[in-house]
């Protein structure tokens, strides 16, 4: 690909395409359906971000913990001050539900809650008799499924005294104030059968009993899946509606818009691609946006990928030489087959961008699929994949044309006052024009945008997509200009200090104190996703600084300086979650950076071997996996040297030179 020099007008960007591979006969094409989340759910779900049955008059979780719930979008959705406070209040009354439902529990000792709720049932095993075990309760038996649970229980069914129950609330004064309270509990149900002595059948059943309407005999509860939520110490954390939420909704301007209702994914695919499709859809989409899953569960599937399927051929082709890849490295196919996935499908997404490109039509399909395939990569892939392709930067001059031609930049400057939703594919490439000038030694193409939008404290949705706060990543744009001044040597030593000093001084303006960084999981083990932000932006933030260190005139890694802050970054690392459901993999960059900088035997060096065999498999794959090889490598030519006396720092930008490798390490 090529395009215009940064910043100037011109022709469209065009790309020459390879010739055409021999054609095959293409097999009959089907619709695979693909179902996206529905919004018509009611607003208290929507709002507490679980899911809704969408029952009439009242759904499922609204009536089960006595809220009020609203189909009609009613006025406090459209304010966020109004939302927040909307929050506060459902919270309150789920925590008031959830005291009763205990304070019912806790005496279910007492006579007005049946006694299975507090003694186990007797089973088999306490009967000394062959009779008494094959014995079927009768219908007056509390042990019966005919047995009328709306009658004052008697203890004489029981083998145990009774003064061993609970007194009653009214017996009981710190209760006197508040009336017994409606219950809702499921009782599970064990029955064995022996014969001769020998355990043959088994059967459970779960029933359910309330106070509010008597259920009748073996009713038992329909399947509810987001009932999880639903845990005894939920309302002592405080987490459920605390500030620290996900994002709004429809916070970005996908391209695609909003989904409807139910409607349905209709993507034409080839027969023999159908397995590549499907293979991505369950196993690569879950990989590629980690963070904006957890703000803002199901977006990326709905509202970004399965659209663009949908209705960008060229995309759809990206995506299926993406799943192919995935499935070389992580079921290890080998053979022409597999190779043949590969280069087909990548070698169509070429030539749909060569056409498109050529028409000068489809400009935001054009970018979406660009995009597709550089950031994707990130996600899939092992290090020494050998198959040929085009370097990612060349892609991106491209995709930055498109930018231009689509005035996506002008977008993104707005009055500060004003709702802002950022466009979708501008923020992913801000993401890659960043960080990915860090890798070639560049200036980022839209760094004029990103300094005058940290000038005025506005957001590119760079938080809510990757985890690092906006400001954060404006500044390590303005390091990566310093970086690039100092490589073409544009700066002296004096004028290169004097800027080293100012973008540290920016970098104390976003410091936040200790306190402000726990862990991110709440004790009911939900993530906290603004807190994981948080998180990650205190290690995006020593990362920058070790960056800005390494730009100092005759600097080593051996500096005081450079071990603190080393010795920081593990700290701060040490509250981001690691494992495969982890976020190792959303900070490639600050690994690289402060692992560049680490000496054999660091507390980092450790750290990171721990996080990888905690990550398992899923450290060799994606630019993690990269990371992780082209750090080996510096260290291998970093401590050599040392070792022979020359304690100079060896760059990982000069070791992927020499390699060839053109690592996109985001």
Known sequence: MSAQANGQPGKPATIVAPKSPPAKASPPKTQTKMHRRSRSGCFTCRLRRKKCDEGKGHCKACKHLGLKCEYKRPMWWSNNDQRKQQKEIIKNIIKRTKLSEKSAQLGSTSAETPPELSHSLPTSATYSDVTARTRAPSIESQYSLGYDFNQPPSHEHYDYNPHVLSPSYDANHLYQPYPPTPYEVDIK?????????????????????????PPPPHSTLPPFPEDDWINDNIYDTGDMFSADGGMDFNFFDFSHGAPQGSQQAMIQ?????????????????????????????GSARSEVVLPALESNKCYLHCCLSIAAIHRKSTQGLQGEQVDSDIMRHRYATISELCEALNRDTDHLQILEATLGMIFFQCSVGRPDDTLPDIPWHQHFQAGASLVRKLELPHAMVHDHNAQLHPPFNMTLASWIDILGATMIGRSPQFAHIYREKNESGSTSGLCELMGCEDSMMYIISEIACLDALKKENKLNDLQLCQLIESCGKSLDTTEVPPSNIFWPYSSTGAIRPRQLSKNMTAVFRIAARIYLCGLVPNSSRHDSTMQDLLDRFTQSLGMVPSGPEGFDRSLVWPLLIAGSMSTPGSTFRQVLFTRIDALGEHAEFGSFGRMVRLLQEVWHQS?????????????????????GWDFLLI
């Not at 080839?270 to 899953?293: A, K, S, T």
Request: hydrophobic share 30%; glycine share 2%; with cysteine.
């Open 189 to 213: 149900t064990e029955r064995q059968m022996y014969v001769n002595d020998i355990p043959t059948r088994r059967d459970s059943t779960i029933s359910t009993f309330s106070t509010y309407q």
């Open 269 to 297: 695919v080839d027969d023999c691609d159908r397995p590549l499709l499907d293979h991505f859809i369950d196993n690569v989409l879950r990989l590629i946006f980690p963070i904006l899953e957890v703000n803002q569960h």
């Open 639 to 659: 401590d050599e040297a040392e070792r022979v006396g020359d304690r100079q720092n060896v760059h990982w930008r000069d070791v992927m030179e020499q390699k």
